[in-house]
T-cell receptor, first 112, second 116 residues
């Protein structure tokens, strides 16, 4: 069974631009969540989607948004990029609430 | 904010020795999960332990959970150089419906270095 797949793996953007990251969950998993990892703040929860609905959201500004498609694939978007948005963005999926959450390899975003 | 505190922040041992990492958290939980992360890579799931469980084993890994003390420990026995990584505990604190819907709260992690 393929794991959680994230694309792209690495990208460099300029301040003020926007970026879209993509995530394909494990087959059969309907819950997809996103995390940001930085050296200073560690791993922080961004949001979670299930059946195309956002069920939970972390404490991030509105520049961070996401969506989920009917096939459970998810995207997250960051608009008006700031230098502080440079981070590893991790996508995770699970089958049902309270079960194991599996992570992808992440997308490394560098904002210059 | 981080729910968990991990101890120690860094651990350096020789191959063959055991490694013990501890995690404390603040609120009641549904489950606690341990992950490993190699430098620059994603998180690899190790073990999930539910709030009504006290101990779980998986290969060379042993996890304990003490909900009265709000703490957990991860023991890696007979460590290998390949175990060198950062280890994180993450809690599912629950909420409406008994789950926090994909929200795990992570500790800062323990950096484990195993010398050949």
């Amino acid at each position: 069974k393929a794991g959680v797949t994230q694309t792209p793996r690495y990208l460099i953007k300029t301040r003020g631009q926007q970026v879209t990251l993509s995530c394909s969950p494990i087959s059969g998993h309907r819950s997809v969540s996103w995390y940001q990892q930085t050296p200073g703040q560690g791993l922080q929860f961004l949001f979670e989607y299930f059946s195309e609905t956002q069920r939970n959201k972390g404490n991030f500004p509105g520049r961070f948004s996401g969506r989920q498609f009917s096939n459970s694939r998810s995207e997250m978007n960051v608009s008006t990029l700031e230098l502080g948005d440079s981070a590893l963005y991790l996508c995770a999926s699970s089958s049902v609430a309270g079960n194991t959450i599996y992570f992808g390899e992440g997308s490394w975003l560098t904002v210059v | 904010s981080q729910q968990g505190e991990e101890d120690p922040q860094a651990l350096s041992i020789q191959e063959g020795e055991n490694a013990t990492m501890n995690c404390s958290y603040k609120t009641s939980i549904n489950n606690l999960q341990w992950y490993r992360q190699n430098s620059g890579r994603g998180l690899v799931h190790l073990i999930l332990i539910r709030s009504n469980e006290r101990e779980k084993h998986s290969g060379r890994l042993r996890v304990t959970l003490d909900t009265s003390k709000k703490s957990s420990s991860l023991l890696i026995t007979a460590s290998r150089a390949a175990d060198t990584a950062s280890y994180f505990c993450a809690t599912d604190a629950g909420g409406a419906g008994g789950t926090s819907y994909g929200k795990l709260t992570f500790g800062q992690g323990t950096i484990l270095t195993v010398h050949p």
